[in-house]
């Protein structure tokens, strides 16, 4: 059975920076591209961004509230993917996912499996 | 303001058949195929319809998608009680260079 398990949220304050972790099991996690999704609470889902698998380069793509903020990378031999958050500003606050689309390869969706999310609270 | 365009809510009675709403542009529903989750309460999002209009193993023939153009509809028919959620269309956005979300629909049942 496919898993991932998010870790390391908590509360943080502005300007600081704080790493998550996404862990898989069930499946071959090299294979994936793995994306990370948050929603602040109360709203909608907002795409991070995403790291390809080492095959396609282990490229990453972030969105552009993030970019420069924010780092995404993996290791494979742990089956783990982090996601680096510094600068860390109030807008981030948000229950952090880690997604993998429904087959492995290139295409980073549709997103099939989820974790079920880690809390991220930015605050003073 | 999500790129791509939802009504914020949706409602029917059981056994009605409702549909739900996503408009975007040329960049992304126009070039890229759509997906659609559903949101429980309190819980992770679920994948219910990819490539417009596919169903992962699991969900049942109740819900449907399909596209015309730069918008995309889900249809939901046979409406059940266990289906009120909030339902999230997505597409890859080609100008962006990333995903992008509606905002959310949230269907009740009446």
């Known amino acids: 059975e496919v898993q991932l398990v998010e870790s390391g949220g908590g509360l943080v304050q502005p300007g600081r920076s704080l790493r998550l972790s996404c862990t898989g099991s069930?499946?071959?996690?090299?294979?994936?591209?793995i994306s990370w999704v948050r929603q602040a609470p109360g709203k909608g889902l907002e795409w991070v961004g995403l790291?390809?698998?080492?095959?396609?380069?282990?490229?990453?793509d972030y969105a552009a509230s993030v970019k420069g903020r924010f780092s995404i990378s993996r290791d494979d031999s742990k089956n783990i993917a982090y996601l680096q958050m510094s600068s860390l500003k109030t807008e981030d606050t948000a229950v952090y996912y880690c997604?993998?689309?429904?087959?492995?390869?290139?295409?980073?969706?549709?997103?099939?499996?989820w974790g079920q999310g880690t809390l991220v609270t930015v605050s003073s | 303001q999500s790129v791509l365009a939802q009504p914020p809510s949706a409602s029917g009675t059981p056994g009605q058949r409702v549909t739900v709403s996503c408009s975007g542009s040329?960049?992304?529903?126009?070039?890229?195929?759509v997906n659609w989750y559903q949101q429980l309460p309190g819980t992770a999002p679920k994948l219910l319809i990819y490539?417009?209009?596919y169903r992962p193993s699991g969900v049942p023939d109740r819900f449907s998608g399909s596209k015309s153009g730069t918008s995309v509809s889900l249809a939901i028919s046979g409406l059940q009680a266990e289906d009120e959620a909030d339902y999230y269309c997505?597409?890859?956005?080609?100008?962006?260079?990333?995903?992008?979300f509606g905002a959310g629909t949230k269907l009740t049942v009446l």
């Open positions: 040329s960049s992304n529903i126009g070039s890229n195929t």
């Open positions: 790291i390809k698998s080492k095959a396609y380069g282990a490229t990453t």
């Open positions: 997505a597409a890859w956005d080609d100008s962006l260079n990333g995903w992008v």
């Open positions: 490539s417009n209009n």
């Open positions: 069930g499946f071959t996690f090299g294979d994936y591209v």
């Open positions: 997604t993998i689309p429904l087959r492995p390869g290139f295409s980073s969706g549709p997103f099939d499996s």
